[in-house]
């Protein structure tokens, strides 16, 4: 028995520990090594050989195992039938777990136009995972073939070893969920992460004219309108993995009815030099043009200059993994509706699919704009200097007199109207504020005087609060009120009683009700007697008030020497000014009601 059997028959020990199964085998010789004068060996050949290789190994190991369990092994009754053979399934399912081991293709694979590819069109690094084998919980997990440990290249990359029996199973190595590869990403190669799926009901699939044009040149080229609209469905449900451009084409995978995506990319038709050359002439002419396209924006008028940026019918050729056949089939379809929301959110994709990217585009017309502003500068004759001659200057002259001054108009115009805006000044404000300017305006030009201009800043507000009528009944009122409190550290409240007392006597009205004062002996003292031969009570005197027995009706005099009235609920000293200044104290009460009433 051979050292490889003698390991094996210690696997089966009955003491339960584990053992490995089969020691590797001695390094076989290179299978890309050819013999001098002979033809370098083929894939296919070095395959097979290993694979010959591999079967000798496990039909020794199965061989070692059977021997030791028959020594180990009880004895069995004489009518004991043989151990059955392997199914034929079984034997089936290892020689396809082999064969997918021995024929797997490395995971580092470029995408194309940049590297190789593998068989079947799928990159390397790419986020389907290889599904594992279904045997790969069977007793007969040593006896895997697994791939030798990485050496130099064309040394032993196709050597196969057996497993042991004590390790793992592998976890399938985790693959990101995007088959795009950004890193690789340059002026001429964008890559774009994968659209969420479409929720707006619009019929139209793009949101912009351009981006509705490719959408235009995919249906009216396409030769089956039910796979356009099972494309379409695939698109809005987000079945489009990462797209990449670069030029003249649009590569992505998209995920069908199978578990594997398919491979598609269109290509598209890059322009000439000479066409290039057009467009960036047209595209210089127009600084609008050009700040246009940094905002995003692909300007009708540059992509129907003569130069065919946006496709036509028939112009876009889509190419698939899959087994359909249709032009296009849905898989190239979604991939292509999946490329007018690229369009839509950046027109640079399209000139890049033209063949210029980004950068070198915006460089060329920097260079192109900079040269022409230099050659007009050089054409341009140089201009007179500004300014007069000194004899001219000097020389005597007589102003003509000035026109005599117009007359002032007889009253201040209305302002215009300001319309509300969002986010604006309040219309009802400017409209105050215009008003009282117009106003203001006219009594200077008239008088030469501008009495405002000497209030403090709360007669100033009680003043512009006085002459909008309402009292702040009104929304427009409530507002303003609350504006000019606010301002001048007062209530409401406080605003609507001064703005009372102004509309009853201006400045002096107000200054009546904040200022109390002395007055001196005379009119006051003539009060008193005048108000009870009129057959009222005796009032009460406070500094320059009079008050009623009853608490509700006050005379104030002011330093004007008019008398105010004030009315207040009874035991409340709540004044508000009524009626109108008099200088008589029993007149200025007559507004109130007869004698009795009071």
């Known amino acids: 028995m051979d050292a490889g059997a003698s390991s094996a028959a210690s696997a089966g020990s009955p003491d339960g520990k584990a053992h490995r199964v089969a020691e590797p085998a001695p390094p076989a010789p290179a299978v890309h090594d050819a013999a001098p004068g002979r033809p370098e060996a083929r894939p296919a ?23 030791r369990s028959r020594r180990t092994a009880p004895a069995a009754p004489r009518d004991q039938s043989p151990a059955p053979r392997p199914a034929a399934g079984a034997r089936a399912r ?25 068989n079947d069109g799928m990159p390397r690094g790419s986020s389907v995972p290889r599904p594992p084998a279904a045997d790969d919980s069977s007793p007969n997990t040593g006896n895997r073939i697994g791939t030798a440990p990485s050496g130099p290249p064309g040394a032993d990359e196709n050597r196969l070893l057996p497993a042991p029996a004590s390790a793992p199973t592998p976890a ?27 929720t707006s009901e ?6 912009t004219w351009w981006g509705n044009a490719w959408v235009s040149a995919l249906e ?6 039910k796979r356009l609209a099972r494309g379409r469905s695939y698109a809005e449900q987000g079945h489009v993995d990462a797209i990449t451009v670069t030029p003249g084409l649009v590569l992505a995978y998209v995920q069908g009815s199978r578990p594997r995506p398919y491979r598609v990319q269109v290509r598209l038709r890059t322009l000439g030099d000479a066409d290039w050359d057009r467009f960036l002439d047209l ?10 396209l940094l905002d995003k924006e692909m300007p009708q008028a540059l992509a129907e200059c003569g130069v065919p940026l946006l496709p036509g019918p028939g112009d876009l050729e889509p190419q698939c993994s899959c087994p359909d056949r249709g032009h296009p089939c849905k898989h190239a379809a979604a991939l292509c509706y999946q490329t007018a929301r690229l369009l839509d959110a950046d027109p640079f994709v399209l000139l890049l699919l033209r063949g210029r990217g980004e950068r070198d585009l915006l460089d060329a017309l920097s260079r192109l704009s900079a040269a022409r502003a230099a050659r007009a500068a050089q054409e341009q004759e140089p201009a007179p200097l500004p300014g007069v001659r000194a004899s001219e200057a000097l020389a005597p002259r007589r102003l003509p ?26 219309p009802f404000a400017l409209d105050q504020l215009a008003t009282d300017a117009a106003a203001r305006a006219h009594a200077l030009l008239g008088t030469g005087r501008d009495p405002v201009g000497e209030l403090t800043l709360w007669q100033d507000a009680v003043r512009l609060a006085a002459v909008r009528p309402g009292s702040g009944l009104t929304a427009g009122t409530r507002a303003l009120y609350a504006s000019l409190a606010a301002a001048t550290d007062r209530t409401p409240a406080d605003l609507a009683r001064a703005v009372a007392a102004w509309r009853q006597g201006g400045i002096e009205g107000l200054a009546v009700l904040e200022e109390p004062w002395d007055p001196p002996a005379g009119r006051f003292d003539r009060a008193r007697p005048l108000l009870l031969a009129a057959d009222l009570p005796a009032f009460r005197p406070w500094h320059n008030h009079l008050t009623h027995p009853r608490g509700h009706i006050q005379l104030r005099l002011g330093r004007d020497g008019l008398w105010y009235v004030y009315e207040s609920e009874p035991g409340h000293d709540d004044w508000w000014p009524r ?4 200088l008589d104290p029993v007149g200025a009460l007559t507004g109130l009601g007869t004698p009795t009433d009071l």
């Open 283 to 292: 595209a210089a002419d127009r600084t609008g043009h050009i700040a246009a």
């Open 220 to 225: 009216e080229g396409a030769l089956d309108v």
């Open 94 to 118: 290892d020689v396809r777990e082999l064969l997918a081991d021995a024929f797997r293709m490395p995971d580092d694979v470029d995408l194309p136009g940049e590297g190789p590819e593998d």
């Open 579 to 582: 009626g109108t200044p008099d």
């Open 172 to 198: 399938a190595p985790h693959r990101p969920h995007s088959m795009a590869a950004p890193k690789r990403d340059s002026d001429l190669r964008r890559t774009f992460p994968a659209f969420p799926p479409r």
């Open 401 to 426: 007199p000035l026109p005599a001054p117009l007359p002032a108009p007889a009253h201040p115009e209305q302002p215009p109207a300001y319309p509300a805006s969002p986010g604006g000044p309040d």
């Open 45 to 67: 050949d070095a395959a097979r050989e290993a694979l010959r290789e591999a079967r000798k190994r496990r039909a020794a190991a199965e061989a070692a195992l059977a021997g």
């Open 202 to 207: 619009d019929a139209r699939f793009a949101a």
